[in-house]
């Protein structure tokens, strides 16, 4: 493991974490310096940091402008889908957050009031994302576009005083008016804001004010006219920044809860030592500010290190094509970028051979970061081998707020093995257990679990909600967080992530992860991305079943059964014939959440003849419509 950095920061952050931490700390100005590090007072709740004071926009925004950063750009915008292009530097931001925040104060916002954000890939969702922090409000982003049952939801848990939402999202072949979907949100919550802001899009302008409500509508712009800007609120470290709700399949979505402290000292940390990333870099990462991936890395881990992010209201394909990476990154002069291995996969699918990298300058890039679900070892090497840099998988949760586990490019780079995202974090404790809790050994598969305490940065409990954030995480294995997937660490300390521990399959008493299964069919060279779900078998109890889309230019209808006939071979090959994929179904799409992970879930309960649960995050709801056939047809 190299000369030996993450090694001693490793053993630090777990043997003496106060130390560790406290050091990490320093890079965050503190109003009150934090009296005490770990607080564990109260176990299994844990805080960070406990007594510190701080204002997360002040160390976002105004630190960097007093030391000389406010002609920097702190964020470009790049908006294929509108033809825009903005660069707002730190003096800049600085002052629309102020005047935004201001604006939120004259309608009533203070400290711990709630704010849920409804709104694209828009800087207004950044400014108003810190605007909350400059006053210590708690703001919950919803994804732009979200259903209104979905939306509801959040609403009724969160209570928010203000909803700031855009009239329109603009996706490559339409445009989704919000405002519709929000007064339908409203109409089903028992909770009802005291004022909603709409901020108007020339693509579709939004009725403002015409309904009869018990709450006032108001326009962006008219409101921030007349605002005057706010200084930024005093919080404490343990005082929450934020709730991100995940999408429970059923029931009352949890809410994520994130806190001042713990959250700015990791994120910081993150930024340098796992990305590279120093001040006046610039990073793009391709996510959306609705997922957790944007919060941290759009918007705070970015502004808090004083480099420079790229908002990117486009998609990987499509606006206009597999280049739309390609020519932000020469554009900006991007050093590093991060997204989801889905985008990466579309981006093959669309130009397997590269063609459209030529004529664009990627000699600033310097590696490239993907996260969000599995790495099949195909798009790795695609991607290794076309843009010839490293390409870093690493694995983390919405509740985790940064990586578990990463290759710490900043901290000490070490050889990337296809597959795996390398090692534990500093501050993350990970263990395999087995049935009853037991440890297992290097090489066998068993729940990824954490060791209390989780780091900074992590969930401190959900939303209202203590008794539920332990029977959910804390409760299967005393002293640890159950991350909810299964894998193993090999004899080097390598992390393997095999999938949810709800993915794994049961074959006639055999455990089989679905991961290993797609992993062999990703090899196919025919294969441009695939799913393996298990069926019910009255004989084996479940049987894998695969569905895979295949590459442009490969012609389904003429070579479909000799690529039926070699997938199934390749998987009793590498798998082993237990595996006995009976049943290849070749798809033209899989169905996604907007942050690209394959709903195996939903698939296995239509396959099984059962109501699927579809969660409102999905990302185009016809692409299961074309496989209910397929799904629901007898072997």
Not at 1 to 18: F, H, I, T
Not at 222 to 239: H, K, M, N, S
Not at 376 to 389: F, I, K, Q, S
Not at 415 to 441: C, H, M, N, Q, Y
Request: net charge negative; aromatic share 8%.
């Amino acid at each position: 493991m190299g000369n030996g950095d993450y090694r001693a920061a490793y053993r630090q952050s777990l043997e003496d974490p106060e130390a560790f931490w406290g050091r990490a700390a320093e890079a965050i100005d503190w109003i009150t310096p934090p009296p005490r590090v770990l607080d564990d007072d109260r176990p299994p709740f844990y805080r960070w940091f406990t007594g510190g004071t701080l204002n997360t926009c002040f160390n976002a925004l105004d630190r960097h402008v007093a030391a000389g950063r406010g002609d920097q750009p702190a964020l470009h915008y790049d908006s294929p889908v509108t033809d825009t292009h903005q660069t707002i530097t730190y003096a800049a931001l600085l002052d629309r957050v102020a005047t935004f925040a201001g604006a939120l104060a004259s309608l009533g916002v203070e400290k711990g009031d709630r704010v849920v954000i409804y709104m694209p890939m828009v800087p207004e969702a950044v400014v108003a994302m810190l605007a909350c922090a400059r006053l210590g409000a708690v703001h919950s982003v919803v994804f732009g576009g979200f259903a209104p049952a979905e939306l509801a939801a959040r609403v009724e848990d969160a209570k928010p005083v203000v909803i700031v939402a855009a009239s329109c999202g603009v996706e490559p072949t339409r445009v989704v008016e919000y405002k519709p979907l929000l007064d339908a949100a409203l109409d089903r919550s028992t909770h009802k804001p005291e004022s909603v802001i709409v901020l108007q899009r020339e693509q579709a302008r939004a009725a403002v004010g015409e309904r009869d409500t018990d709450w006032e509508e108001l326009d962006w712009d008219e409101l921030v006219a007349d605002a005057e800007p706010a200084d930024c609120v005093e919080v404490g470290a343990t005082d929450p920044l934020y709730i991100l709700y995940t999408s429970g399949t059923t029931g009352r979505p949890k809410g994520i809860v994130r806190d001042n402290g713990g959250h700015a000292v990791a994120l910081r940390w993150s930024m340098g030592n796992i990305y590279g990333i120093g001040p006046g870099d610039t990073w793009f990462t391709a996510s959306d500010v609705g997922w957790v991936v944007g919060h941290s890395y759009i918007v705070y881990a970015p502004l808090l290190t004083g480099a420079t992010t790229v908002l990117y209201e486009g998609k990987p394909v499509g606006t206009p094509d597999a280049s739309a990476f390609w020519k932000v990154i020469a554009d900006h002069g991007v050093k590093a970028m991060f997204t989801a291995p889905t985008a990466y996969r579309a981006i093959k699918r669309d130009d397997p051979e590269g063609e459209l990298m030529k004529g664009h300058d990627l000699s600033s890039l310097e590696t490239v970061f993907l996260a969000g679900e599995r790495l099949d070892p195909d798009t790795y090497a695609w991607a290794t081998e076309r843009l010839g840099v490293p390409v870093v998988d690493n694995w983390w949760q919405t509740e985790t707020g940064w990586p578990i586990a990463a290759n710490l490019r900043g901290l000490e780079p070490m050889p990337i093995k296809p597959g795996s995202p390398t090692v534990p974090a500093p501050g993350f404790d990970v263990r395999i257990l087995g049935e009853g809790g037991r440890e297992l050994g290097a090489g066998e598969e068993g729940a990824i679990c954490i060791r209390l305490p989780l780091p900074p940065g992590t969930l401190p409990t959900l939303w209202g909600d203590d008794d539920r954030f332990v029977s959910g995480y804390l409760s299967a294995f005393d002293g640890y967080y159950l991350t909810g997937d299964g894998g193993l660490v090999d004899e080097d300390g390598y992390l393997y992530v095999m999938g949810r521990t709800d993915d794994v399959l049961n074959v006639a008493g055999h455990r089989l992860s679905t991961g290993s299964i797609e992993a062999a069919l990703a090899g196919h060279p025919a294969v441009a991305e695939c799913a393996v779900i298990g069926v019910h078998d009255d004989l084996k109890g479940q049987v894998p079943r695969a569905l895979v889309v295949l590459k442009a230019g490969v012609d389904g209808a003429a070579d479909g059964e000799r690529i039926r006939t070699e997938l199934k071979q390749r998987v009793r090959d590498e798998v082993g014939a237990i595996a006995s994929l009976q049943r290849v179904d070749v798809v033209t799409a899989l169905p996604k959440t907007r942050s690209g992970k394959i709903l195996r879930k939903t698939m296995r309960e239509m396959a099984d003849g059962k109501v699927p649960t579809v969660p409102g995050t999905i990302e185009d709801a016809s692409v299961l419509e074309t496989l209910g056939p397929v799904l629901s047809s007898p072997a």
